[in-house]
């Protein structure tokens, strides 16, 4: 039996508040997953209350900061939500992806082959025509090496159809350079045409590959992500896995209860969550349930497909200010930086 063991570190997630129209049922989860960018605001901060380092001194830096993004010339040149990971067979190879709002949200990614000095960046495209395709970006390699970006897409147009959504992943083989047709916008959900309360909204997504050597599941990934309900406002914690490298993926598993009237709360109700596997081949998530202000935890040893009931692991204080920023209410640190964070495992 392998030992390991697990930190966690807590942040306190917050959502934005938007106003519901009843003909547009969904309207509020795919503003609250990805809001328009403020480009014509500023605001006064407040002075630094840490110490700042202002020279070398004895913390050397190998070289400077530098910029994943090109020179942009796109009416929204905004990023955030990051994500970067290290290719285990060349670790001077990395790629990483954010939401990125340029060509009307398209899915853009980014790597290096200098161990980040220089970056280039690459527009994928979009899952569907008229599609917003940057939603909640992340990435991994697998222990051979294959490149992995799973994204979110949603259709903002149109009445009937407005609503529809899905997950997605886009492969390389070789370090970011090429993304094949083949292995382009793979759907691992798709909800499309006429939504109705009952319908999903998939959210918060984050990839993960199992690359320990011992593991009797190496190579599978998996994706845990929030569903959301309209009918009942409710939110719950799904998982998937793939064992073909990601060409295929199975039906979500309901690891989490659903909670009721969880999704309108400033704190995203159950949200956030991030699988990481053992070095036995169990895979353990954690995820945060806002509404409880506390960190869950569930376990699965076959692979991810049948898991613990959920535990409580922590519990914490919420923090930052309700602050309102373009009509929309939300919880914020310094009245400006909305707080949210995955729980880390």
Request: net charge neutral; hydrophobic share 30%.
């Amino acid at each position: 039996m392998h030992r390991f063991s697990l930190t966690i570190a807590v942040s306190v997630l917050f959502a934005l508040g938007t106003t519901v129209r009843a003909q547009n049922i969904h309207e509020r989860h795919m503003e609250r997953a990805h809001p328009t960018p403020l480009t014509d605001v500023s605001y006064d901060f407040a002075p630094p209350m840490v110490p700042m380092i202002t020279g070398q001194g004895s913390f050397p830096s190998y070289f400077n900061n530098v910029n994943l993004i090109i020179e942009e010339q796109d009416q929204l040149p905004v990023q955030n939500e990051s994500s970067i990971a290290v290719n285990p067979k060349n670790p001077r190879n990395l790629i990483g992806a954010a939401v990125d709002y340029r060509n009307n949200s398209s899915r853009w990614v980014y790597y290096t082959t200098d161990a980040g000095r220089t970056w280039m960046n690459q527009d994928l495209g979009k899952v569907r025509t008229g599609w917003s395709s940057s939603n909640d970006p992340s990435v991994c390699y697998d222990h051979q090496g294959r490149g992995y970006l799973c994204y979110g897409g949603f259709n903002r147009t149109g009445q009937a159809q407005f609503g529809e959504n899905g997950i997605y992943v886009s492969m390389t083989d070789d370090g970011g350079l090429t993304w094949p047709t083949s292995l382009r916008h793979i759907a691992v959900i798709e909800h499309t045409g006429p939504q109705t309360a009952d319908s999903a909204f998939e959210d918060k997504y984050y990839i993960h590959a199992d690359t320990v050597s011992t593991s009797p599941y190496r190579g599978n990934l998996y994706i845990p992500w929030k569903r959301v309900i309209n009918r009942d406002s409710s939110t719950g914690i799904v998982i998937v896995r793939s064992t073909d490298r990601g060409r295929t993926w199975s039906s979500p598993v309901a690891v989490s209860d659903r909670f009721p009237q969880t999704s309108e709360d400033t704190t995203f109700g159950q949200s956030f969550p991030l699988a990481r596997t053992g070095p036995d081949g169990s895979v353990h998530l954690v995820w945060n349930s806002g509404t409880e202000s506390a960190v869950r935890y569930a376990r699965s040893m076959d692979g991810g497909l049948t898991w613990t009931s959920p535990r409580i692991l922590h519990t914490y204080e919420p923090f930052g200010e309700k602050s309102e920023v373009a009509g929309q209410v939300n919880s914020r640190v310094k009245e400006v930086v909305r707080a949210e964070a995955y729980p880390t495992l």
